[in-house]
Nanobody, 127 residues
Framework: QVQLAESGGGSVQAGGSLRLSCAAS????????MAWFRRAEGKQREGVAA????????YYADGVKGRFTISQDNAKLTLFLEMNNVVPEDTAIYYC????????????????????WGQGTQVTVSS
């Protein structure tokens, strides 16, 4: 079992920055993929960024490359999403997610690849 709790959401103006955090607890955290997803109003949930706990490799959706950075603390118990140069289209509820331990995916940005989810945190970007 894995428990995830997001924090750090809020309102920001376009061009600004925001940092989301996800506190993780449970078994085999270090051998899981950890990811950020988002769901904008009226749209499907989409993968934003992911990180392999085993290799440290990172993956990004095309729309956030160069603006968002996913990382973990040294203990790998807190996941971060640094959001820079945000745009109104980044407005959404952001969710932290964890895969099953020992999984391997070529592109770990699909919601079906993740078993554990946080409650979400709202990010609103105004123009």
């Amino acid at each position: 079992q894995v428990q995830l709790a997001e924090s750090g959401g809020g309102s920001v103006q376009a061009g600004g920055s925001l940092r989301l955090s996800c506190a993780a607890s449970g078994d085999y955290i270090r051998s899981r993929y950890m990811a950020w997803f988002r769901r904008a109003e009226g749209k499907q949930r989409e993968g934003v960024a992911a990180l392999s706990g085993n290799s440290g490799d990172t993956y990004y959706a095309d729309g956030v490359k160069g603006r968002f950075t996913i990382s973990q603390d040294n203990a790998k118990l807190t996941l971060f999403l640094e959001m820079n140069n945000v745009v109104p289209e980044d407005t959404a509820i952001y969710y932290c997610a964890a895969s099953n331990a020992g999984s391997w995916y070529a592109v770990p940005l699909k919601s079906g690849q993740y078993t554990y989810w946080g409650q979400g945190t709202q990010v609103t970007v105004s123009s």
